[in-house]
């Protein structure tokens, strides 16, 4: 009597076991699932972003040019200082994103060179490390944007003054 009820303790607790197992499976899915979401949206704006901001660049600097003769020399410095001061947070978040992009691709390429039987394990670790990470650059990116946007509206906001007290 207690070998069959020792058994049946046994498959209990196995099938215990596979089920919280194939709950954690199933949760760990759905953040992968969600992971990718998210990277799809960001991949979505930051594409939209740096087209407005390059575009922003651009304009600011043609506009600047064409009215250094209506600006202070302090509002030349200050508009400029604060335009370079964006650009530069702006170019240096993307070669930011281009060295972790070729990391990520070296990664990417060393599991996919490992033996047959460790490519699972293998490419289980670069998930769970790339979810991590992503994770965190994501959580970057509001900051990032920020730093990048202030100086600029500082900046085309000394612009748009000056235009404005000549005007008056």
């Excluded at 049946?8 to 992971?35: G, M, P, T």
């Excluded at 947070?89 to 490992?114: G, H, P, R």
């Excluded at 650059?137 to 003054?161: D, E, G, K, Q, R």
Aim: charge should be positive; charged fraction near 20%.
């Amino acid at each position: 009597m207690t070998n069959m009820q020792e058994l049946v303790k046994q498959l209990a607790q196995k099938a215990q076991e596979q089920h919280e197992k194939a709950l954690k499976d199933a949760h760990e899915k759905r953040i992968d699932d969600f992971i990718e979401i998210l990277s799809a949206l960001y991949d979505k704006s930051a594409a939209y972003t740096n087209l407005i901001m390059a575009a922003g660049y651009a304009a600011f600097f043609a506009v600047w040019s064409n009215m250094k003769l209506l600006l202070t020399p302090l509002q030349m410095r200050v508009s400029a200082l604060a335009m370079m001061l964006s650009l530069i947070v702006f170019v240096a978040w993307e070669l930011t994103k281009m060295i972790c992009t070729s990391l990520n691709l070296q990664k990417q390429f060393d599991v996919s060179q490992v033996e047959r039987q460790q490519f699972d394990q293998k490419l289980n670790e670069y998930k769970k490390s790339e979810r991590k990470f992503n994770v965190k650059f994501l959580a970057m990116w509001p900051f990032i944007l920020v730093a990048a946007i202030v100086p600029a509206i500082i900046a085309a906001s000394v612009l748009v003054y000056a235009f404005i007290a000549d005007l008056l």
